[in-house]
């Protein structure tokens, strides 16, 4: 029975493919001084990950063409949005190692995909207060692939915590709720 079908209903997203995408939206966006807005800037991001919601389970090179935008407000509290739009290809690849860092892999037969990409994430920090942080990071891709495979997926997280995880090792994360579907 193939996991991806209506029938079997939707295969749940690991939340390293939330977090990849949700990193690669902010990846290259800059930071402007407070209260300004970045334009939408052009950025080329490029990553290995998983390419849930297709019948091939394996790792692919995701090339992502986006528009980066970035707001934030410090008064009373902070307060950033960001949102990352674009078009996608992703390529079948074998992962054969890194170099300084970065993935270096070899191109593998399968099915490659082309679509569009939109991740947004808001974070609110001391709005309700010190010692409490918001954030909400959202993905969209649809695309299809060269062989006419559809690929389409929507994920959600939120986090409340006691200050930002990934700048204070010692935040204590108080709710962590993740949704993912294949549609």
Request: hydrophobic fraction near 35%; include cysteine.
């Amino acid at each position: 029975m193939n996991p991806h079908s209506p029938k079997t209903g939707p295969r749940q997203l690991p939340k390293t493919v939330v977090v990849a995408a949700a990193v690669a939206a902010l990846a290259g966006v800059g930071v402007p001084q407070a209260g300004q807005a970045a334009g939408l800037e052009p950025v080329v991001s490029r990553f290995v990950s998983e390419l849930p919601c297709q019948p091939d389970p394996g790792l692919f090179l995701v090339t992502l063409t986006s528009r980066d935008g970035f707001h934030e407000r410090i008064s009373g509290g902070y307060h950033e949005n960001s949102v990352s739009i674009g078009e996608f290809a992703a390529g079948p690849v074998d992962l054969i190692g890194e170099d300084d860092g970065a993935p270096v892999v070899a191109a593998r037969d399968g099915e490659t995909y082309t679509g569009r990409a939109v991740f947004t994430h808001t974070a609110n920090d001391g709005d309700q207060g010190p010692g409490h942080a918001v954030s909400s990071v959202g993905t969209r891709i649809e695309g299809t692939g060269d062989a006419g495979t559809r690929v389409a997926f929507h994920a959600m997280a939120h986090i409340t915590a006691t200050a930002r995880p990934y700048e204070d090792p010692s935040a204590v994360i108080r709710v962590y709720v993740e949704k993912a579907s294949c549609r």
